[in-house]
């Protein structure tokens, strides 16, 4: 079955940077669509951003111009390059897919913004 595996979280300074990886196991082709969602404590989990089968993305308005998602269809992997993070930023962080009309899940990676 297909299966996510989320890296890259952790402890970053407020205007720091995190790239975070999620790389995809189970023979998945190309053709699927990438997301990534975050979730922080007692609040509704929140989509952040987009990437289609043909690598057009799209973003939450609170993440617009900070944050970029990427993929690399070589190697199974959606990324997303975190700019200028903020402390509202903190929470957990995850990968989503849509392929073959099911959508998959990671495990969740923290990420904190603190200083």
């Known amino acids: 079955q297909v299966h996510l595996v989320e890296s890259g979280g952790g402890l970053v300074q407020p205007g720091g940077s995190l790239r975070l990886s999620c790389t995809i196991s189970g023979r998945v082709s190309g053709f699927y669509v990438g997301n990534w969602y975050r979730q922080a404590p007692g609040n509704q989990r929140e989509w952040v951003a987009r990437?289609?089968?043909?690598?057009?993305?799209g973003y939450a308005d609170s993440v617009k111009g900070r944050f970029t998602i990427s993929r690399d269809n070589a190697k199974n992997t959606v990324y997303l390059q975190m700019n200028s993070l903020k402390p509202e930023d903190t929470a957990v962080y995850y990968c989503n897919i849509w392929y073959r009309g099911n959508d998959y899940w990671g495990q969740g990676t923290q990420v904190t913004v603190s200083s």
């Open positions: 990437i289609s089968t043909v690598g057009s993305p």
